[in-house]
């Protein structure tokens, strides 16, 4: 269905005013969707947000419980990466479609209770993990579909994003911001997602790894692994190599190995253009031996509306089958919950084998009910409201002692920088929305 066609709109909130700036862009564009109301803690956010509300009739809410009242299909959830399941409860429960950010999850206990959620109240839930629908890891998915390479037998996948020249803007000098206390195999989706979406197939055990945290790390406050590698084994036996974290040279890259070839993208960051070329080398016929080879920049439908979009274009392609399968339209693509807790628990678990001297850990498949009983209690994670008497530590190491001078400098970073950019769009909505948001 193409952008301009006619159809019923559905009606859709958001939870956070500065990252979900993306979905709400995309609302105000679009011919399946239309943005109705938008919720924030703060009010700087929302006010950035009503500047640029003109032509559009849309509710402003500073109040999650009153926010989800509000006559809509369907919530974005834009929050923190690590508070996004307790909120997509809350949604769902009162009869709103999800389309939840990265995180899905932080512990097996809400990954427990998400997908219980769903299963009771019927909702659609859609997880949002764009690299899934990046123009090459896309392809992937459809030429593996296709047969092309043949059967998985090991794919290699990396997310490396060194944040630290930008660590004051993403913590904003706060010393228990969830970046500052993440473990180093958390953020893992990026990775692992486009890999598992491709195949369709389950992970069923891990082994993590992980680094110790480096001097880029601990000058800006971070607690953590500077990165992370998980060795996962999918149920056919098949073997991913999966890296992430903050090393030096940005890169994200995606490679397939089959029983009958090889498929990858350029590496590089997102809007550099090379993750939208593929390469492909491939025999028409496994162990025939007449490999081809080919490489080309795939086209979509609906590229030319998303291309303005951020990650690729792939920000645009996740709202735009979520607005579809609410619709009905049974060729959206949507990453649902089963799946979308497929591609975190090689982190969450794989952060286990690491604590526990890199041993392998099976992963349960908790689409299975008797299968997630032993989990539906376990609160372990790095953040002690929540973790309880379950707290673990932010490295194998132990949780490093940093000293609140570097937190006060971060914090110093970070107005100066809002100072320079003063009366800016993102200097008023990173430096308050960011750090505040619901």
Not at 75 to 93: D, Q
Not at 156 to 171: D, K
Not at 222 to 245: P, Q, R, W, Y
Not at 330 to 345: Q, R, S
Request: proline share 4%.
């Amino acid at each position: 269905m193409l952008w301009g066609a006619k159809m019923k709109k559905i009606k859709i909130g958001v939870l956070g005013g500065y990252r979900g700036t993306s979905m709400i862009s995309y609302c105000k564009k679009a011919d399946n969707a239309e943005i109705v109301a938008i919720c924030d803690k703060s009010p700087e956010v929302l006010e950035a947000q009503k500047e640029r509300a003109e032509g559009y009739d849309i509710t402003f809410y500073d109040n999650f419980d009153e926010f989800i009242e509000h006559d809509m299909d369907a919530v974005v959830l834009a929050n923190y990466a690590n508070e996004h399941a307790p909120f997509a409860i809350k949604a769902m429960k009162k009869g709103k479609h999800v389309f939840s950010e990265v995180l899905p999850v932080q512990t097996m206990k809400e990954a427990v209770e998400l997908i219980e959620a769903v299963e009771e109240t019927g909702m659609i839930y859609a997880y949002g993990e764009n690299y899934c629908f990046m123009p090459a890891p896309y392809e992937m998915k459809k030429l593996y579909g296709e047969g092309k390479i043949g059967e998985i037998e090991y794919a290699e996948c990396e997310y490396i994003h060194n944040c630290a020249p930008i660590w004051h803007a993403l913590t904003y000098g706060e010393k228990d911001h969830w970046r500052n206390n993440m473990y180093s195999t958390f953020y893992c989706t990026h990775s692992l997602g486009p890999i598992i979406h491709a195949t369709g197939l389950r992970p069923v055990s891990v082994v993590g790894f992980e680094s110790s945290n480096n001097h880029r790390g601990i000058k800006g406050g971070n607690k953590s692994g500077s990165f992370a590698v998980e060795m996962v084994t999918l149920e056919n036996g098949a073997l991913i190599k999966s890296i992430h974290g903050g090393l030096y040279v940005d890169s994200i890259w995606f490679s397939m190995y089959g029983s009958k070839g090889r498929m990858e993208c350029g590496r590089e960051v997102p809007d550099s253009g090379r993750i939208r070329k593929i390469y492909i080398k491939s025999d028409e016929i496994a162990e025939a031996y007449k490999i081809t080879e080919e490489s080309y920049e795939p086209k979509r439908e609906l590229d030319e509306q998303g291309g303005n979009f951020g990650h690729g274009g792939s920000d645009f392609y996740v709202m735009w089958n979520f607005a579809e399968k609410i619709k009905g339209n049974p060729e959206a693509d949507i990453i649902d919950v089963y799946e979308a807790i497929d591609m975190f628990l090689p982190g969450i678990l794989g952060y286990r084998s690491i604590l526990n001297g890199n041993i392998p850990i099976d992963i349960p498949n908790l689409r299975d009910k008797k299968a997630r009983d032993e989990w539906r209690n376990d609160t372990a994670c790095t953040i002690p409201e929540v973790a309880g008497d379950m707290l673990l530590p932010t490295c194998a190491t132990g949780t490093p002692e940093i000293e609140d001078e570097i937190y006060d400098r971060m914090k110093k970073l970070w107005e100066e920088e809002c100072e320079k950019k003063d009366g800016s769009y993102r200097a008023s909505t990173f430096k308050q929305g960011m750090r505040k948001k619901n």
